[in-house]
């Protein structure tokens, strides 16, 4: 199975800064014929399900605001939001789908200092 | 608008069996895989299995921890998903989440979600 580890575990970021979110897969999921990183983020707030960002490790999903950028290959990968707005407060995960099973991320949980 | 709306889940005994059903429109049902994500309280998520759409001949796949215990099925008369659970652990409590794969990839859209106790 491919591990997923996000760092940091928690971080608290005040409004209009930059949150940076790490995620680091246990083997490559960069598939070389197609050169796409197999790799999504998802958004959940408390009492939700998670909400698609991020698919292709940087393109962002249809109405995801543009604060929020993917990048990364192979095996190490970012989420970066550009300047926090209250609404952002969240859980945020990273997940694979090169291989089954699919695995998530432990998840980053997203404050306001 | 593509919708999962989610239905079942409760409380259960250890070794009972439960199922639950999402029910998707706004897609064409049939044409996707679908899948089933579990969040235990106050954790993180965790893939449970994933059924293929009919091209595929709706063959399944599972996570080791509900190997042999759960089972995917899909009614495409009825738009309908479900997952049927025995054996029931007490490890299995958990918010459970039906999601719809991006041509089989990433989760675009997902239900709602449906908490499973199992407790005595």
């Known amino acids: 199975d491919i591990v997923m580890t996000q760092s940091p575990d928690s971080l608290a970021v005040s409004l209009g800064e930059r949150a940076t979110i790490n995620c680091k897969s246990s083997q490559s999921v960069l598939y070389s014929s197609r050169n796409k990183n197999y790799l999504a983020w998802y958004k959940q707030k408390p009492g939700q399900p998670p909400e698609l960002l991020i698919y292709?490790?940087?393109a962002r999903e249809s109405g995801v605001p543009d604060r929020f950028s993917g990048s990364g290959s192979g095996t190490d990968f970012t989420l970066t939001i550009s300047s926090l707005q209250a609404e952002d407060v969240a859980v945020y995960y990273c997940q694979q789908y090169y291989n089954t099973p699919w695995t998530f991320g432990q998840g980053t949980k997203v404050e306001i200092k | 608008e593509v919708q999962l709306v989610q239905s079942g889940g409760g409380l259960v005994q250890p070794g009972g069996s439960l199922r639950l059903s999402c029910a998707a429109s706004?897609?064409?049902?049939?044409?996707?895989?679908m899948d089933w994500v579990r969040q235990a309280p106050g954790k993180g998520l965790e893939w449970v299995g994933r059924i293929r759409n009919k091209a595929n001949s709706y063959t399944t796949e599972y996570a080791a921890s509900v190997k042999g215990r759960f089972s995917i099925s899909r009614d495409e008369s009825k738009n309908t998903l479900y997952l049927q659970m025995t054996s029931l652990k007490t490890e299995d409590t958990a918010v459970y989440y039906c999601?719809?794969?991006?041509?089989?990839?990433?989760?675009?859209?997902w239900g709602q979600g449906t908490l499973v106790t199992v407790s005595s």
């Open positions: 706004g897609f064409t049902f049939s044409d996707d895989y």
């Open positions: 292709w490790a940087s």
């Open positions: 999601a719809k794969e991006y041509q089989t990839d990433w989760f675009d859209y």
